[in-house]
């Protein structure tokens, strides 16, 4: 499917839809300057016109009516982002003009491009890898700083580089494997045959671990609050946000159905989730509200286990979903302590102590100590490489050297998918189906 069609000319509306200050129709291939010499009266004709210069002048409809004023862009074949001809048009940015002008592309030979074709053709004319693409779709996708920050470490071809040290250290295993194998007598030192695998295998761990920061880092995670009734989950999910979000009153039993509240935490999109308090209780309600929590918290990211700190300790009357992370808080720190726990972080959601703890815990717990600086893997499929690539290596490393090797290959196999260029057609379909039309 992504094949079809690259000799076109392409043409898309490249900023978002509504009203705006400017806005971009963008036209890519080999008949990109012809459509803006028919599109555009200035000075120059864009044709004639050296790359990477701007021409000010009118953008006319077909019969002579002018449709804005505005400039037209120039990218010659070669020293673009798609590497072929470009020429962008920046007009007034309201629907009704770029529509016009999307249009008037349309009658001069172009017609609309598909989701990511722009970054499409990018990657087929070997000017991005897979996941500097995705990485593209990253920074146009990205709503906090973590995300952005990852994109653009993306972008820059930074974990094409952890992936190619990796793949390195493979390729020298299998070097010495095969010298092993055709000249049995000579014998391969220990740094060359076992020390590469053993980095690659370290490498490619490490890199798997930053999966989950990586998807959380871009996807955002969910905060389930989880306690006795009166232990105070309403009251400290208002302190983390702000406000007055969820209902507090000294009755145990005031939150029922469940209620999210967002907000950011160590550049992250964080939901946190107000459950009802769990106990054992004949109310039909609240009994729905207690398996509701439960569940809840099965599908969180991140278990907040709340205990009221000033009063006797009861253990909850049902277990927490097994697996899941969890952060122990005892809560009503203000108050004179009935119990007290090393294990458990103190806080007051009246006064705010362990408040700034706590927001350090919560990023800790869903980032873990991935280095900041470096490339994780931000989506599920980069993770599922890894993931394969690194049982490959495992199953390398016990088996005898005659075997390894085909493991050896098939992780390579793998690891290229993550950057590769000659990767399965379903697999590139797979990565630009999630783009917008215009990137
Ligand atoms: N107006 C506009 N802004 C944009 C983009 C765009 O396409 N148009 N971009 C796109 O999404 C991003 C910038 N990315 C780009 C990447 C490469 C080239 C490019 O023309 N590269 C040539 C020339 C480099 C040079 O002159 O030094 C090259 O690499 O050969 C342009 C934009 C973000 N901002
Ligand atoms: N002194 C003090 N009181 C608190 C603190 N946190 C909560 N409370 C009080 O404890 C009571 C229960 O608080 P909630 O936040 O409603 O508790 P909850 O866990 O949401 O309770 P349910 O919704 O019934 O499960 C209220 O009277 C709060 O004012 C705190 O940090 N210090
Ligand atoms: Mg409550």
């Known amino acids: 499917m992504t094949r079809t069609g690259l000799s076109d000319t392409i043409a898309a509306i490249a900023t978002a839809p509504g009203s705006a200050g400017v806005g971009i129709v963008r036209v890519s291939g080999h008949r990109a300057l012809e459509v803006a010499d028919g599109l555009f009266r200035g000075k120059r004709r864009p044709s004639k016109t050296r790359g990477g210069r701007f021409l000010f002048g009118d953008l006319l409809a077909a019969d002579g009516e002018r449709l804005d004023e505005g400039l037209v862009l120039v990218f010659r074949g070669g020293r673009s982002y798609t590497g072929e001809d470009v020429a962008e048009f920046q007009t007034h940015g309201s629907p009704a003009v770029l529509g016009r002008v999307l249009a008037r592309t349309l009658e001069l030979g172009a017609r609309l491009a598909r989701p990511g074709e722009f970054t499409l053709r990018a990657y087929l004319a070997g000017r991005l890898d897979l996941a500097q693409a995705e990485a593209v779709l990253g920074l146009v996708e990205a709503q906090t700083e973590a995300a952005r920050r990852q994109a653009t470490l993306g972008l820059s071809g930074a974990l094409g580089t952890r992936v190619a040290r990796i793949g390195a250290n493979l390729t020298r295993t299998l070097a010495a494997l095969q010298a092993m194998l055709d000249y049995p007598e000579e014998g391969v030192p220990e740094e060359d045959r076992e020390l590469p695998l053993a980095a690659a295998r370290r490498d490619l761990l490490e890199l798997v671990g930053t999966a989950r920061a990586g998807q959380v880092a871009t996807r955002g995670a969910r905060l389930a609050l989880i306690g006795r009734p009166n232990a105070g989950k309403s009251s400290l999910l208002n302190a983390l946000v702000g406000f007055e979000r969820s209902i507090v009153t000294p009755l145990p039993g005031t939150t029922r ?183």
């Open 257 to 439: 159905d469940y209620l999210e509240a967002g907000l950011e935490l160590s550049g992250v999109p964080v939901t946190l989730v107000d459950t009802a308090g769990i106990r054992e209780t004949g109310d039909a309600i609240e009994a729905a509200g207690v398996r509701q929590a439960l569940n809840l918290a099965g599908g969180a990211d991140l278990v907040l286990a709340l205990e009221d700190g000033s009063a006797p300790r009861e253990a909850l009357p049902a277990e927490l979903p097994p697996g899941a992370r969890v952060i122990r808080i005892r809560t009503k720190a203000d108050l004179s302590a009935a119990w007290t726990d090393p294990g458990a972080l103190d806080v007051s959601a009246v006064t705010g102590a362990g408040l700034p703890e706590l927001r350090e815990a919560m990023g800790t717990a869903l980032l873990g100590d991935v280095s900041r600086g470096e490339a994780w893997l931000t989506t599920e499929r980069q993770a599922d490489a890894a993931r394969r690539a690194l049982a490959h290596v495992d199953a390398a490393s016990a088996l005898p050297d005659d075997l390894a090797s085909y493991e050896l290959e098939e992780a390579l196999g793998a690891l290229s998918e993550l950057t590769g260029r000659d990767v399965q057609e379903d697999v590139i379909d797979a990565v630009f189906r999630n783009f917008c039309v215009g990137k």
